[in-house]
């Protein structure tokens, strides 16, 4: 099951992609020094396989490569971070805007 990871920056998320079709998601707002982490979805037929973990981890890395602060207004977003406090540092604590 060849799985990747893509910015739909036309849709303004990151998705998954599971054989070439969209298996979950991550939208996002984009600000000039943040990003703000709206909504993460894995669809039903794909759930339990790890997904959402693997597509916020990789949100958050490219979030820290391209210098942007992260805003977690997703609840799955804030939990990721809980468990994996090497993307605390990104955390905008300050109003999303």
């Given at each position: 099951m060849p799985v990747e990871i893509v910015?739909?920056?036309?849709?303004?998320?990151?998705e998954i992609l599971v054989d070439g079709t969209v298996a979950g998601f991550a939208?996002?707002?984009?600000?000039?020094?943040?990003i703000v982490f709206t909504h993460t979805e894995v669809l039903p037929q794909h759930e339990g396989q790890g997904l959402a973990g693997k597509l916020v981890g990789h949100a958050l890395d490219a979030s820290r490569d391209t210098?942007?602060?992260?805003?977690?207004?997703?609840?799955?977003?804030?939990?990721?971070?809980e468990r994996h406090p090497q993307y605390k540092d990104l955390v905008d604590d300050s109003a999303a805007g």
């Open positions: 910015d739909n920056v036309a849709q303004s998320r990151f939208d996002y707002r984009l600000l000039p020094t943040k210098g942007l602060r992260v805003v977690p207004l997703c609840p799955y977003v804030v939990k990721y971070i």
